[in-house]
């Protein structure tokens, strides 16, 4: 039903901007069709692991091909250097909204304007002192005709939705720098706008979680909270925790990250795999795992494919290649040392795209698909005495072996 809200031109319209539930003029919207991308690859996945395939699920993945590429041309301004909404099919929205950093999140845009998003987010929508302003400008008071507001519904400049700071807007900012490797800013962020300790040592800091708090830095009442003890603020930093804590999830697996900030060495926390609890426990230091052991049998494989009681993590310079990235199911990851072979199981739809990155410390000499031996979609760099392996390809078959040799 919400691909009814879906232009000709592939992106998601809305009357509100963002999640907001005021507003009434419709136009394309940066935060909505980056959820509907990652709802439709969730339902995708969710049709294969239930085994309902009796229809045809890659038109679906061909729209969400389609939908990111519009999202990162035409709602991406060159010269704000920001995902702007639209107010109707001709007309640019020029505020800043917070939404619009759900596409760092969600890693759906490249890298450089990934990095220039959030460039652009500290300079329009970060409170220095509070945290990150849901929108800017805060001038909704003044267009209540543009938007089609009832009344003063937006709010004050700066309270409210009219450029207060909200819970998810720096849990957004954080988890986008995270996504690119900047694990120490991302902890930084959080440690001081989403902490009890970092609230109460703000302007007008009370220390509990929030609604929204004031942003108005000309105002008595600046950092101010709305609705103390908000639990949903509450889910959002455990949901922030864990992934400082190196947890990963994409629409298709989750996995363990090695880059954690500098500081945090001994971790240790519970997760649920397949309903089951699993504990995982990290040690050591560095970007790169040097070993992974899975209910006490080595691992060579970061993306976590099947349910387990306990995953140890030491890190430090990788003894063996292990995968560390997947877009795809992975049925199962196996390293023979004798053979300097890396074998990968992956299984998904006719023409599903695929990406896998492996770490290796062996330089990879080549790439085999069902034993058929393939230089396309592969490349190779080092980084850190390290090697990264990327293999972009495309399904064949239902179930496909990726085979590296080293």
Same mark, same amino acid.
């Given at each position: 039903?919400i #691909?009814l809200?879906?232009?000709?031109d592939n992106?998601?319209?809305?009357?509100?901007?963002?999640?907001?539930?005021i507003?009434?003029?419709?136009g394309a919207r940066?935060?909505?069709t980056?959820?509907?991308?990652?709802?439709?690859r969730m339902y995708v996945y969710?049709n294969?692991k239930?085994g #309902?395939?009796?229809?045809d699920?890659?038109?679906?993945?061909?729209?969400?091909?389609?939908?990111?590429?519009?999202?990162?041309?035409r709602l991406?301004?060159a010269e704000?250097?920001?995902l702007?909404?639209m107010?109707?099919?001709?007309?640019?929205?020029?505020?800043?909204?917070?939404?619009s950093?759900?596409?760092?999140?969600?890693?759906?845009l490249e890298?450089e304007?990934?990095r220039?998003?959030?460039?652009?987010?500290?300079?329009k929508l970060l409170?220095?002192q509070i945290?990150?302003r849901?929108?800017?400008p805060a001038d909704?008071?003044?267009?209540?005709n543009?938007?089609k507001?009832?009344g003063m519904?937006a709010g004050?400049p700066?309270?409210?939705?009219?450029g207060?700071?909200?819970?998810?807007?720096i849990?957004?900012?954080a988890?986008g720098?995270l996504s690119?490797?900047?694990?120490d800013k991302a902890?930084a962020?959080?440690?001081?706008?989403?902490?009890l300790?970092?609230?109460?040592?703000?302007p007008?800091?009370q220390?509990?979680?929030?609604?929204?708090?004031?942003?108005?830095?000309?105002?008595p009442?600046?950092?101010?909270?709305?609705?103390?003890?908000f639990l949903?603020?509450a889910?959002?930093?455990l949901?922030?925790?864990?992934? #400082?804590?190196g947890?990963?999830?994409?629409?298709?697996n989750i996995a363990?990250?090695?880059h954690l900030p500098s500081?945090w060495?001994?971790?240790n926390?519970?997760?649920?795999?397949?309903?089951?609890?699993?504990?995982?426990?990290?040690?050591?230091?560095?970007?790169?795992f040097?070993?992974i052991?899975?209910?006490?049998k080595s691992s060579?494989s970061?993306?976590?494919?099947?349910?387990?009681?306990?995953?140890?993590l030491?890190r430090g310079h990788p003894e063996t290649p292990?995968?560390?990235k997947?877009?795809c199911?992975?049925?199962?990851v %196996?390293?023979?040392k004798s053979?300097?072979?890396l074998?990968?199981?992956?299984?998904?739809m006719?023409?599903?795209?695929?990406?896998l990155?492996?770490i290796?410390?062996?330089?990879?000499?080549?790439l085999?698909?069902?034993?058929?031996?393939?230089h396309?979609?592969?490349q190779t760099?080092?980084?850190?005495?390290?090697?990264?392996v990327?293999?972009e390809?495309s399904l %064949?078959?239902l179930e496909?072996?990726f085979?590296?040799a080293f």
């Amino acid at each position: 039903m919400i #691909l009814l809200n879906k232009g000709d031109d592939n992106l998601m319209y809305a009357s509100r901007p963002d999640w907001w539930d005021i507003g009434h003029v419709y136009g394309a919207r940066a935060y909505i069709t980056a959820l509907t991308i990652r709802a439709l690859r969730m339902y995708v996945y969710l049709n294969l692991k239930l085994g #309902l395939t009796d229809h045809d699920l890659n038109p679906y993945l061909a729209l969400v091909r389609k939908m990111q590429t519009q999202l990162g041309e035409r709602l991406w301004d060159a010269e704000a250097g920001f995902l702007l909404n639209m107010l109707d099919s001709t007309k640019v929205d020029r505020h800043y909204y917070a939404g619009s950093l759900i596409a760092a999140v969600f890693d759906l845009l490249e890298e450089e304007k990934q990095r220039t998003l959030l460039e652009t987010a500290e300079r329009k929508l970060l409170d220095s002192q509070i945290g990150t302003r849901i929108v800017m400008p805060a001038d909704f008071h003044r267009l209540i005709n543009v938007y089609k507001f009832k009344g003063m519904e937006a709010g004050e400049p700066y309270v409210y939705i009219n450029g207060g700071v909200w819970p998810q807007g720096i849990v957004w900012y954080a988890l986008g720098w995270l996504s690119l490797g900047r694990p120490d800013k991302a902890r930084a962020i959080i440690e001081k706008y989403y902490t009890l300790q970092g609230i109460q040592n703000s302007p007008n800091g009370q220390p509990s979680f929030f609604e929204y708090r004031n942003a108005n830095a000309e105002s008595p009442h600046y950092g101010e909270i709305d609705k103390p003890t908000f639990l949903w603020a509450a889910g959002w930093y455990l949901h922030t925790l864990y992934h #400082l804590a190196g947890l990963r999830e994409n629409e298709w697996n989750i996995a363990v990250a090695s880059h954690l900030p500098s500081a945090w060495q001994q971790v240790n926390y519970d997760i649920l795999i397949g309903g089951k609890p699993v504990r995982v426990s990290y040690s050591g230091t560095g970007k790169y795992f040097k070993r992974i052991e899975i209910d006490g049998k080595s691992s060579s494989s970061a993306v976590i494919d099947s349910g387990s009681d306990q995953i140890i993590l030491e890190r430090g310079h990788p003894e063996t290649p292990y995968l560390v990235k997947a877009n795809c199911q992975i049925k199962g990851v %196996q390293f023979s040392k004798s053979n300097r072979i890396l074998r990968i199981e992956a299984r998904g739809m006719l023409g599903q795209p695929v990406n896998l990155q492996v770490i290796s410390p062996l330089k990879p000499q080549g790439l085999f698909v069902n034993n058929r031996t393939t230089h396309n979609h592969f490349q190779t760099h080092q980084n850190d005495n390290v090697w990264i392996v990327i293999i972009e390809s495309s399904l %064949q078959e239902l179930e496909e072996i990726f085979e590296i040799a080293f």
